[in-house]
């Protein structure tokens, strides 16, 4: 397999770019070093977060044990759903995440229900706990989505525009390659590149708009879980758009449509009608 990563209409051409390192023998995927990084960078910025709104850290440590637990299975399970034909064969092959196949909204919703849980058994608040937790959750998946990268997956349907990246074909899976990046594969060499959307990159890049966008409007909340409710209205809306480029769409199964795509339209809707309901509320009784 090759191993370059280019980006040519901006000039970067990395010649090797493994997916994994070797200790003792032992292979160790870069995905899962990213996602870990991820998690770890997540739990550290709701810790502090905790401290600067007076809560507990101790009560973010705890939380983040079971939640990465539940939201891993939770984003496996979201996966298999909805790639059902990949795994019903040979159901052993559920277990092994080494590859990749996490989908963030499986990880978001359990990891949500998670917190709640969390929270009525300890007696804390909810909304509260997920305005803290999501600022790590979206700095989360801001260095997650490199995992992608190395990974060659999560990318977009074929571009020649300005971050267009370009992979060599025996890199990537073949069930990611659409008609259009066939038509216009480029040789080089010996080696046949397609060229496509970086879409991972995109969605690292609004999760980083998203951070920040929270981090001003945490001052300016009126009730707790706003700004949650910020997260994935904003969030939403990004992946909404991003999701229309990628090439590896989970669908909902009999009707074609991309289940992540409808899900965050459905969020943004949802997210939105309750910050102006609960805002509009808050206005009246005052």
């Known amino acids: 397999m090759h191993k370059t990563i280019d980006f040519p209409n901006i000039g970067i051409h990395l010649k090797s770019v493994g997916d994994h390192i070797s200790v003792f023998g032992f292979e160790i995927a870069y995905y899962g070093i990213i996602i870990g990084i991820g998690i770890l960078a997540g739990i550290l910025i709701a810790a502090l977060e905790a401290r600067r709104t007076k809560q507990n850290p101790e009560d973010y440590y705890d939380l983040a044990i079971y939640a990465v ?142 951070l920040i966008l929270m981090l001003l409007y945490r001052k300016h909340k009126k009730f707790n879980g706003e700004v949650f409710l910020v997260y994935l209205a904003g969030y939403g809306f990004g992946r909404f758009w991003i999701e229309r480029l990628r090439t590896d769409q989970l669908l909902l199964p009999g009707a074609g449509i991309p289940v992540s795509q409808l899900l965050a339209g459905v969020l943004v809707a949802v997210s939105a009608l309750l910050i102006f309901y609960k805002r509009r509320k808050m206005r009246y009784f005052d």
């Open 69 to 210: 637990i539940f939201a891993i299975i939770g984003a496996r399970i979201y996966y298999v759903i909805f790639s059902w034909e990949m795994y019903k064969d040979n159901l052993l092959s559920i277990f092994n995440i080494r590859q990749g196949g996490l989908a963030i909204y499986g990880g978001v919703i359990a990891a949500v229900v998670t917190v709640f849980v969390f929270a009525r058994i300890k007696h804390l608040s909810a909304p509260l706990l997920l305005d803290t937790a999501g600022l790590g959750l979206v700095a989360g998946q801001m260095i997650g989505r490199w995992g992608n990268f190395f990974n060659r997956e999560a990318f977009g349907e074929y571009t020649d525009s300005l971050l267009a990246m370009r992979l060599p074909v025996d890199a990537v899976r073949g069930s990611d390659i659409t008609k259009l990046m066939r038509e216009n594969i480029e040789t080089a060499d010996g080696v046949s590149y397609i060229q496509a959307h970086p879409t991972f990159l995109y969605e690292s890049l609004w999760c980083l708009l998203i």
